[in-house]
């Protein structure tokens, strides 16, 4: 059984998931793979202590703190993508790296050659445990925002609200491109 609760941010409506154990899912409503891989066989659990947790990390995230400490997760998914998804857990708050970054440590701890960096951008936009799971501090090697399942506009206000200058660190919002 798989269990969810809600909860209300400032960016807006986060759906959490769980097992009942651990964190699984942590989506913003109406984002670009809004629940996925949530099945239909789902009970809303606000009670749980994992959620309770959660919550306690995104009170202390929105008002503008490194929380310190993170819920008991769980990714699902392929080796590939746990393997991104630990890589992308060590980014300190208030700082980015490139996909291409990621890239190359993944094909280092997976001990190939090489590594593309669509495949990571394609684990990256996937992550199921969004903001925990820091995929909003990977940008392109260009510095460009590249896109967030979230929205660039959500994008924007968690760099910020963590203390990054868009414009001290040669960010910006790209023009045009698929992941806008």
């Known amino acids: 059984m798989r ?5 209300v941010s400032p960016l807006g409506t986060i759906t959490l998931a769980s097992d009942g154990e651990v964190l699984a899912g942590l989506w913003f409503d109406g984002q670009k793979y809004d629940r996925f891989g949530l099945g239909s066989e789902v009970e809303e ?4 202590p994992v959620f309770a947790d959660a919550k306690r990390w995104l009170d202390s995230y929105f008002s503008g703190k490194d929380p310190g400490f993170r819920p008991a997760l769980a990714v699902r998914e392929t080796e590939f993508a ?3 998804c630990a890589i992308m857990l060590q ?4 700082q980015t790296t490139t996909y291409g970054e990621i890239a190359r440590e993944v094909a280092k701890r997976l001990g190939r050659e090489s ?3 669509q495949a990571v951008g394609y684990a990256v936009g996937h992550n199921p445990i969004s903001l925990i799971v820091p995929c909003h501090r990977v940008v392109g090697s260009s510095g460009s925002l590249t896109g967030y399942a979230g929205g660039l506009r959500r994008k924007v206000a968690l760099l910020e609200g963590e203390g ?8 910006f919002i790209p023009g045009k491109g698929t992941a806008l």
């Open 3 to 7: 269990y969810f609760a809600k909860y």
């Open 45 to 48: 659990r606000d009670d749980l």
């Open 82 to 84: 746990r393997t991104v």
């Open 91 to 94: 980014i300190p708050y208030g």
């Open 115 to 117: 590594m593309s960096s």
């Open 164 to 171: 990054i200058d868009l414009k001290e660190h040669h960010l």
